[in-house]
């Protein structure tokens, strides 16, 4: 089982900026992608940015530019530093991880969500 721990959201004024940070943990598991994910009440939600084993990048058009995604592999943490915030970027932000436990099984695992607010 793998459990994502997410921080870093918060309030900050049109402009401003925020980092996120999110850590997978488990027992005998691999990681095929990380990302974030955004989520408005009654909204679906949104890829923001993800990042795959193999380096390549993905961005919505909506943050590129102003977000960039990054890793530690190492640690199994993902980041996402987000400038030039908007007040259009407000909503939950969730982390998302995909990929193998003990070379057998899939998962795709979600962190529980942490606030993102841009006040204009």
């Known amino acids: 089982h793998v459990q994502l721990e997410e921080s870093g959201g918060g309030s900050v004024q049109a402009g401003g900026s925020l980092r996120l940070s999110c850590v997978a943990s488990?027992?005998?598991?691999?990681?095929?992608?990380m990302g974030w994910y955004r989520q408005n009440p009654g909204q679906q939600r949104d890829m923001v940015a993800t990042?795959?084993?193999?380096?390549?990048?993905k961005y919505a058009d909506s943050v590129k530019g102003r977000f960039t995604i990054s890793s530690d592999n190492a640690k199994n943490t993902v980041f996402l530093q987000m400038d030039r915030l908007k007040p259009e970027d407000t909503a939950v932000y969730y982390c998302?991880?995909?990929?193998?436990?003990?070379?057998?099984?899939?998962?795709?695992?979600w962190g529980q969500g942490t606030q993102v607010t841009v006040s204009s």
């Open positions: 990042i795959f084993a193999d380096g390549t990048i």
């Open positions: 488990g027992s005998d598991f691999s990681i095929y992608t």
């Open positions: 998302n991880a995909r990929g193998h436990i003990s070379d057998i099984s899939n998962y795709n695992e």
